[in-house]
């Protein structure tokens, strides 16, 4: 099973353009060897999902829902790509994200998928989850979904935001505002764009 869950990862990181940063020169009899993490290039492969629906030649509507009631509205690339861009955040950056992070993996037989979580170790990043969730195929394996989870404090007010990515389809921003002596105020934002297969 270890072996099946190592060789998805690794395709998955050969086919989003992943490649390892050359070592820089040093003294060998000084230098610790150290273990290289063979994290998921989250942040390579969002990119490049965003690259893929700013190239299509298709209608992105969006809808907001706050109290229950939504609004939706057709909107442009350059707004898409402002709201795609919470995908990105800072503690995402290759450098940071294998410092901070750690993984584990669960490989479910019955639905033939493989889920990548990692857990940040400093309680003070506002990200502090990212899951990935793949499928193989025949050939390769497929991401499914890319799914973040981050806490900031404002002033006295904790937001959860809780972001999922919907490989060729939609995302969803669901963010929630708590302030000391106030409900909790809830906002969700869905992003649908249709890429034919």
Known sequence: ??????????????????????????????????????????????????????????????????????????????????????FIPADLQQENFETHFKETSFLDQTTNSATFTYSSTDPKLALQRVDVLATPDEVYSKVKSIYLQETLNKNDTVIVKKLIWQAKKRFQIATSEQAPNDRKKMTQVQVTWFESE
């Open 1 to 86: 099973m270890k072996i099946l869950l190592t060789s998805i990862l690794l395709t998955i990181i050969i086919l989003c353009g992943c490649h390892d940063r050359q070592p820089q020169a040093g003294n060998a009899a000084t230098d610790a060897p150290t273990e290289k993490k063979h994290f998921f290039p989250v942040v390579d492969y969002m990119r490049g999902q965003i690259r893929i629906v700013d190239s299509l030649p298709t209608a992105i509507l969006k809808v907001v829902t706050r109290d229950g009631k939504p609004d939706s509205s057709f909107i442009k690339r350059d707004e898409f790509d402002r709201l795609a861009s919470e």
